[in-house]
């Protein structure tokens, strides 16, 4: 191979190299541009990994009461109750709301303002079979808990 031919083929590897030198450039240029990404999402993440975490906090804080209501709901209902045990069976008839609404202010001595009104009134359990004597308890949940409280003070 003469020296003219050597030049040229090594001016065609020089300008090889420079191309490849040059994609390695814009290469090393994306993998910087994609590493600035990575970290920019990964910062992202983290964002919403914290805002995940207090989120399951506020939940869990949210079920707690929810709990702690529905215990208080039902404390309410139990405070709303009177419970008696003195009426033989059908003495209250057929509507035990009027039958407690006429008795209650005779047993406690006190006159009640607006009149007594219930959620429900009613004995508990099954009827008991003839010649049983002891009566199943009369239940009533009274719409006002002024109310319950007046009864209990005066029973």
Known sequence: MSATEQATAMDCILQEITAVSRRLEGMDTATTSLMTETKSMHIE???????????????????????????????????????????????????TSSFLCSVLPKLTEIVLEPPLEFQRAHRLGPQRKNGTTKPRPIIACLLRHKQVRQLLSAS
Request: hydrophobic share 40%; glycine share 6%; proline share 2%.
């Open 45 to 95: 993440i983290a964002g919403f990994q914290s805002c995940v975490t207090g989120l399951e906090h506020r939940m869990a804080t949210m079920e707690d009461h929810i709990h702690t209501v529905l215990d208080k709901d039902q404390e309410l209902l139990f405070l709303h109750s009177i419970h008696l045990f003195v009426y033989p069976e059908h003495a209250e008839g057929t509507d």
